[in-house]
């Protein structure tokens, strides 16, 4: 569907939780973590609602599950067949951070999901546990080989430019992507509050002129824009109601989001 500046909406990024059980120091704050109440929280069936009327009536055809950790979601496999199956989804896709995908890589595949995106900063077992508070690189190393061979491919490794990310880090992982034919990504660190997102494409909006997505966090809202306050609730509007609102609200251009972050909202 088009949006009031002509962009083709037609790409819905789902936050199925906002748990995680890593906690990048970029995503999340190291204590004082404010959780979605349980009960706010979407249920599978209405996140299958929003994507039905999605596809059907705002021509939404891509979809990709985030979080949080997606994979920590009961039933994350049970969804991902289930909105994979919706008359006028071409794609599904998944953004994890791979923790637990030798658990459920070969399902996912099984369940319609395409491919996945795994978020892996760097190679050294200490730095990433520095980096995720006490993660084990090693499962997502072995998660990574597991999504390849279930082919959920191409897997995308996205790297948070961090900064442990020095040369000899920027070789190692490029050597260790191509060796596994894995496609690399290189995401700069944002500041949803500060909106410094400008900066890092260093023009004034990032990519907003071609933006074709919206986000559905994880407590219903619907939002135009990663770097915006507006949300608009299903459980409050209706489905098709926060659709329409969150289309007539996504800005030109991005600015700031100072009452939500990366863990809730999915990136
Ligand atoms: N837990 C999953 C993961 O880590 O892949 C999915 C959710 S995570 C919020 C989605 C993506 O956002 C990850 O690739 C993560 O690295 C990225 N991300 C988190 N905080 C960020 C920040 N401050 N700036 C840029 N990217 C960020
Ligand atoms: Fe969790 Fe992903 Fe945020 Fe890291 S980036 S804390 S894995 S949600």
Known sequence: MLDRYNRNIHYLRISVTDRCNLRCTYCMPGEGITLI?????????????????????FGIRKIRFTGGEPLVRKGIVELVEKVSSIDGIEETSMTTNG????????????????????????????????????????????????AREAGLTPVKINVVKTEVLDQEELEALKSYCEHNK???????QMDLKTGTFSKVEGGSSGHCASCNRLRLMSNGNIK?????????????FGIEEAFKLALDHKPLKGKINDNHQFYNIGG
């Open 99 to 146: 923790i637990l995908l030798t658990e459920y890589a070969a399902a996912l595949k099984k369940a319609g999901l395409k491919r996945v995106n795994i978020s892996l900063d760097t190679l050294s077992p200490v730095k990433f546990s520095t980096i995720t508070r006490g993660g084990d690189v090693e499962k997502v190393k072995d998660g990574i080989i597991a």
């Open 182 to 188: 894995l496609e690399i990504r290189y995401i700069n």
């Open 37 to 57: 109440d349980k009960k706010d929280i979407l249920t599978l069936e209405e996140i299958v609602d929003v994507v039905t009327t999605g596809a059907s009536k």
């Open 224 to 236: 135009p824009c990663l770097f915006g306050n507006h949300g608009f609730n299903i459980r409050e």
